[in-house]
């Protein structure tokens, strides 16, 4: 299979959780994304929310300067919608009937409040002996601070991965949506392996995931560093111990950068060759990795002032003809245009229900014979209601109707 | 683990043959999680990854980051110059349900690790392919190292926002910290494989072809949605309106309000001044337009707050509030020694040394490491004779021959 080439092999299955269904209680930024990748997988997620309480998409979000809903929402594109009322008793009721019908029940409130509505693991293991729950929050399930309210820059902050995020001479930084991401990443990567462990065992799991842990185990190098020598690392910008040049470097263009990295003696020969610049094979300061690193500054300086002088794309195309790292800082739209990404269909081009046309993100990995896929559109709040209460749960349409008038279905 | 019965992919063999941080980490997780992970290095000094930055140990050098991204694991090594350790390598994957490889798609031909030929061997074997750019596509042959896939991913151009990049506004980017959009490739692959592994019985084994910066747009995709919506993200636009990293007198927190009710809580733990009780700044729109002169509010009375004491009065005013800890506090965190988090390691050199072993807990209980990584080859004897069957004859042979 040459590097231009798809991969060749037919699809001969459907997507490998086919038949999988997931009650999905999540809300907000991580929980969802778990079960969003559930949902590229073939599994049916079941969004449940209320008018009172949607989803963030759904909502003006003005600390991040969006003032109205969001238009598409990425995470919720392979999800069902259905309203149901958890503050009502038939509500409930309702959504141990969900659970009843599902594999997977995921769900991110603040720890205790699944058991205050009495549809904790063991409550819902009395409903689906089998179930597997996955529970996201800040700090876990358990724990003195179990109950500390957190968004993602937050769970960088308490895992250490903001603190050690930043420049040498610089405050700590916050990490954003990918610290939420890669906390529902996390839970599916762990919620899928207790479901595997379910269909082998026949026995249910519950799956507990703090983002505040997740975002230690980023860290998890510096911990035992620390751990084992007592050295703290400190923040550091863009240097990388011992490799040089390891930066980003400014291009022609307004902001606009590429990485560059140099990490073996081959690398930094096809780098000096690469650059026309024979003279700083023989300039002492840069005749070894520790020589050069001990000099990156100055090292940068003079990358800079080529880098400067050419496109991102050029600098690319150059250095990656010689073997050496390098590659654009790509900003979203550098990202939804980029040929590679297309072929691979890491990115979509999705018309909505209403004739609207955008660039979306599709799944990650290709599967050769049960391939992943984004097959939806955001649904409406409670689009699916009739499908869900109807044909998943037996509800005749008069009894769905009275439980609209009576708000439980909300 | 210490129900052993918990451990999910109890029972799975992986073969990881991973020069790089991404699949390295997809091998740690699944050994982590109960598989039985055999790696497969080079004979002589193994992965370049031992030798690595952070070192726990000079001479010889013993690298912190390959110790945590290898715990768990079988080590074994094998030459696949060699016609014979290619056969080695062969006999392993016959009795594995999967295996893990970073090879470049150039190079894979050669050693036969391309997927078709694994295909005609191993039809039963799940092939998870790790690259920073996957298998196919224009830039597969690429090289690239942590930086450039995180700036590949789209977060990089991003990065920072807040407090930094009001310090800094003209550096470049700042990366986040280590390999962290490695560890994404990795999880990702994680995701993936496992998900071959439960339609294994139906369809047979297959090529699963994740990329490091697939998994890092997946993370990334608010960006992309927000370029939806018309609005293309940067670095200054992307910033809190207000919140954010605060100094106080011995350190820093972060805070972040995006409700009302944690607004007033906010409000509340600066004690109620006068400045914050402006009716006007009870609208969010409000708030967002004056972030600034907030923010100047905030950072001032942050400096002479300590830390600790924030932390706990504004959680319990429903603030979310965090203090950016350093490795020190997560060691000996209330929170994390009742999560169980660290798990002792023994290391070699070092002794026993509290290690990370998992950000979940199953059924209430913490993940175990079931042992620290060892030299290159040190399981040779175990792997190649006593579950292959071979005999010490031939593994001495192998060894004069430089094949393991």
Known sequence: ?410 | MRDETNAPLAGFTVVEHAAGVAASYAGRMMAVMGATVIKVEPPGEGSALRRAEPLLTQQPAASALFHYLNAGKRFVTCDLESAQGRGLLSEIMARAELFIDDTPVSRRPALQLDAPAIDARHPQLVFLSVLPFGAAGPHADYTAYELNVFHAGGEGYLMPNGLTLETFPERPPVKIYGHFAELIGGTSAVCAGISALLVRDQVGGQFVDVSVQDANISVGCFAIQRLGDGVLENRHGRSFKYGGVLECSDGYVGVLTLEQRQWEGLVKLVGDPEWALDPALRDPLERSRRGAEINRRLRAWAKTQRVDDLVKQGQALSVPLAKYNGPLDILESEQSKARGVFAPLELSALGSVPAFTAPFQLNGEALALTRAAVEPGADNQAIWCEWLGHNTAELAQWEHHGTI
């Open chain 1, 1 to 410: 299979m040459g590097p231009s080439e798809p991969v060749a092999k037919p699809a001969t299955a459907m997507p490998p959780l086919h038949g999988v269904r997931v009650a999905d209680f999540t809300l907000h930024a991580a929980g969802p994304f778990c079960a969003h990748i559930l949902g590229l997988l073939g599994a049916e997620c079941i969004k449940v929310e209320t008018v009172e309480r949607p989803d963030i998409f759904r909502k003006p979000h003005p600390v991040y300067g969006r003032m109205g809903a969001a238009t598409f929402d990425q995470v919720a594109s392979n999800k069902l919608s259905v309203q149901l009322n958890l503050k009502q008793p038939r509500g409930i009721e309702l959504a141990k009937r969900l659970v009843a019908v599902s594999d997977i029940v995921a769900e991110s409130f603040r720890p205790g409040v699944m058991e205050r509505l009495g549809l904790n693991y063991e409550a819902l293991k009395a409903v689906k002996r089998d179930i597997v729950m996955v529970s996201v929050s800040a700090s876990g399930q358990t724990g003195p601070e179990r109950g500390y309210a957190g968004y993602a820059p937050l769970f960088g902050a308490a895992g250490g991965l903001g603190t050690l995020t930043g420049y040498e001479d610089g405050p700590p930084t916050e990490i954003r949506h990918v610290m939420d991401h890669s906390t529902g990443l996390t839970a599916a990567m762990a919620t899928l392996a207790a479901y595997l462990r379910k269909k082998r065992t026949g026995a249910g799991q519950h799956v507990d995931v703090a983002a505040r842990d997740v975002a230690c185990g980023f860290i998890g190098d510096a911990l035992l560093q620390f751990a084992a020598t007592g050295i703290a690392p400190r923040r550091t910008g863009n240097d990388a111990p011992q490799i040089a040049p390891h930066n980003v470097y400014p291009c022609a263009g307004e902001d606009s950068w590429v990485s560059i990295v140099v990490s073996t003696d081959t690398e930094w020969r096809a780098f000096a060759n690469a650059l026309e610049r024979p003279a700083l094979l023989t300039d002492p300061r840069f005749a070894s990795a520790h020589t050069r690193w001990v000099h990156r500054r100055e090292l940068d300086t003079e990358i800079s002032a080529w880098t400067h002088a050419h496109t991102r794309e050029a600098v690319t195309r150059i250095l990656q003809a010689a073997g050496v790292a390098a590659f654009p800082s790509y900003t979203a739209q550098d990202i939804v245009d980029d040929p590679h990404l297309n072929a691979r269909g890491t990115i979509e081009s999705r018309v909505g229900p209403e004739g609207e046309a955008r660039k979306v993100v599709g799944p990650p990995w290709r599967l050769s014979r049960t391939p992943a896929k984004l097959d939806g559109w955001t649904p409406k709040l409670g689009e699916h209601n009739h499908y869900v209460f109807g044909q998943l749960l037996g509800l005749s349409d008069e009894e769905i109707e009275e439980l609209i008038a009576a708000r439980v279905i909300y």
